[in-house]
């Protein structure tokens, strides 16, 4: 290979979570814990507690019921003696909501976990429209939102999310964190049933 050229980045690590898992993830501080540890890699309990304004023995109880079900694993070329370091098991989470319609339980967790995406979907829209200002015009004609209206069976939507997936996959993929103009950023995809009154 030549020295200009990359290898290709790993395909993500993804699980398609099961009825164990979406009850034990359903928690604040753990979606947070599993979502700190994907984006900034492998930390302590005490980094993490630090880092989302917690106790560490809280953080440390949290990342074990995680560990519980396979979501995040202690590194193993990382730490010594009583200080562990732990990982995020996977790069995404995957989930159809009616896997769990079999279970009460399970059910009512899937769907705090779509609750609480929204709710950060919000608070990251509050916080930008907070410090807008702050930020160069290239990246506030960049960020933001739209939408768009349509009409479609079910099996098409499904597609068109496919297919927006393996766009925003491919990106991801592709993105140099080196560019020195390169910041963090989440990107949401959502589709949802047009608000009665608007048909």
Do not use: C
């Amino acid at each position: 290979m030549a020295d200009d050229e990359e290898a290709p980045r790993p395909a993500p690590r993804e699980v398609r979570i099961d009825k164990r898992q979406v009850r034990v993830l359903a928690h604040p501080l753990r979606m947070r814990l599993l979502g700190a540890l994907r984006v900034n890699g492998p930390a302590t309990a005490t980094t993490l507690a630090e880092l989302l304004g917690t106790n560490t023995g809280a953080t440390s109880y949290h990342l074990r019921q995680l560990a519980d079900v396979g979501l995040v694993v202690e590194d193993p070329d990382r730490g010594s003696g009583r200080q562990r370091w732990w990982q995020a098991a996977h790069d995404v989470t995957n989930w159809e909501p009616t896997d769990f319609d079999d279970d009460p339980d399970a059910r009512a967790a899937i769907e705090w976990i779509q609750g609480d995406q929204v709710r950060l979907l919000a608070e990251s829209a509050e916080s930008w429209f907070a410090r807008q200002h702050e930020w160069s015009p290239a990246w506030r004609d960049a960020f933001g939102m739209g939408d768009i209206f349509m009409t479609v069976p079910p099996e098409r939507l499904k597609e068109l999310q496919a297919e927006v997936w393996q766009v925003l996959e491919r990106y991801h993929r592709e993105a140099d964190p080196a560019d020195p103009q390169a910041r963090p950023v989440q990107v949401f995809l959502a589709a949802y049933p047009l608000r009665e009154g608007l048909r």
